[in-house]
């Protein structure tokens, strides 16, 4: 490991996890209750990122409650959907969902699929297009703990080409691009956006990039489709009226689909 002046770019690749085997193994985490998920062979999840998952009436009643996720002052539930996948709530951020798929790869789940909003940096994408990430630039911290410092990290092609087969499928306009992961709420100031439009990014968010270095880390699989809830300009902002529990309610669906249409890793 080189030491630099920047702590972040240190990458040291020390794969040593007795520390959190040892946490998890002590009974620190009820996993007991993934017994049912484990049983049923179950090796997907669809990691919800947006509000009101209560009102999505034709997902829910085919969900089963097993498990809360517990970040600080947060508790998410996770369920068994229709006994074929997990649907697991996530707070906003890398560092939580990094922390919800290491407790969820720990009991054998080894796809995962986000869903969530973003804010479009571009004002020629039309709001109603779905953004699949290919790509997604690396201005947050938590992937720099899973990969070697680089400028942008890869979602899993496989699961890039699910989802554009699944929304095809449903007739949901989309678009593959790269977007830009940002963990400062307010810190996306007109310089910092431009550059990274210059870089190729059409939009904004908080999540891509940590899950899909720590999924790269661990061969896994990631893969993710956002939608459009506001457009961020360099002086102004604006939000996206939108029908949002239909459109979160397609993006579900569209989700599982996909997931459940990759074979189950080894």
Not at 36 to 61: H, M, Q, W, Y
Not at 254 to 264: E, F, G, Q, R, V
Request: glycine share 4%; proline share 5%.
């Amino acid at each position: 490991m080189k030491i630099t002046d920047a702590p972040i770019l240190e990458f040291d690749d020390d794969d040593n996890h007795a520390a959190i085997d040892h946490f998890f193994n002590q009974g620190k985490k009820d996993f007991n209750s993934f017994k049912k998920a484990i049983n049923l062979g179950i090796d997907g999840c669809i990691v919800f990122l947006s509000r009101a998952f209560n009102l999505l009436t034709e997902i829910t009643p085919k969900c089963e409650k097993i498990y809360e996720f517990k970040s600080a002052n947060t508790v998410s539930p996770i369920y068994i959907y229709d006994n074929k996948i997990l649907i697991a709530l996530s707070p906003l951020g890398g560092p939580a969902t990094a922390n919800l798929i290491e407790e969820l790869s720990f009991v054998g789940i080894k796809k995962f699929f986000a869903l969530g909003t973003c804010g479009c940096i571009r004002p020629d994408i039309d709001e109603n297009l779905f953004i699949i990430p290919t790509s997604a630039i690396r201005d947050e911290g938590l992937s720099y703990h899973y990969l070697p410092p680089s400028r942008e990290v890869e979602t899993t092609p496989e699961a890039v080409r699910a989802l554009a087969k699944s929304l095809e499928k449903r007739k949901m306009p989309f678009t593959f691009a790269k977007v830009w992961t940002c963990d400062a709420f307010y810190r996306e100031t007109p310089i910092r956006t431009e550059r990274r439009r210059k870089e190729g990014a059409i939009a904004v968010e908080m999540e891509c990039a940590s899950m899909a270095a720590i999924v790269k880390h661990k061969g896994l699989t990631f893969g993710q489709v956002l939608y459009i809830s506001d457009y961020v300009q360099d002086n102004s902002w604006r939000l996206r009226v939108y029908d949002r529990i239909k459109l979160r309610t397609e993006l579900t669906l569209a989700c599982i689909d996909a997931c459940l249409s990759l074979p189950k890793n080894k």
